[in-house]
């Protein structure tokens, strides 16, 4: 994607998976949900890190968005994953934004009572390429929901800039 459009990366961030999408002016080019089944170690983080490196020079990011998790579920480890992917942005001299789902939920308007359905509802009409790749079961949902929240942080962060 050589040319100078900001390009956008989303993340939602966790410990055993991490959803991200790559996004130049709305438009989707790159997206998934990786999963880090084994033990959290310095070894997992320099694994997840170097996963984030290839996407950030692959595609020429510019900008990142990252979905955090709410207050009460961010652990030590979250905490430590975050500022090491801090670290790697520096490096890579690209402009972070975070976000939260309360972020997510005002900005998209989305349904207090099912906050996640909504959100889910709302990419799938926006990004109907995505529609192929969702699974109906409820692990399915789960596991993508983390992508679904990395691209709603990054569309967000496009309109905020």
Not at 35 to 47: L, R, V
Not at 88 to 105: C, E, G, P
Request: charged share 25%; aromatic share 10%.
């Amino acid at each position: 994607m050589k040319n100078n459009h900001q390009i956008t990366l989303g993340i939602s961030l966790g410990t055993r998976t991490i959803g991200y999408a790559v996004l130049q002016n709305q438009e989707l080019y790159d997206w998934g949900v990786k999963s880090f089944k084994e033990k959290w170690s310095d070894q997992k983080i320099q694994h997840i890190l170097k996963a984030m490196e290839r996407i950030i020079v692959e595609h020429e990011v510019t900008n990142a968005s990252i979905k955090i998790p709410r207050q009460t579920e961010t652990y030590k480890s979250i905490i430590e994953l975050q500022n090491a992917l801090s670290d790697i942005f520096k490096h890579h001299s690209i402009n972070v934004y975070t976000s939260s789902l309360n972020n997510l939920k005002l900005w998209y308007s989305i349904d207090e009572k099912s906050p996640k359905s909504s959100l889910e509802e709302y990419v799938l009409a926006h990004y109907p390429v995505l529609c192929k790749k969702q699974y109906l079961s409820d692990a399915g949902h789960k596991y993508y929901m983390k992508l679904y929240e990395a691209l709603a942080a990054a569309e967000m962060s496009q309109f905020l800039k």
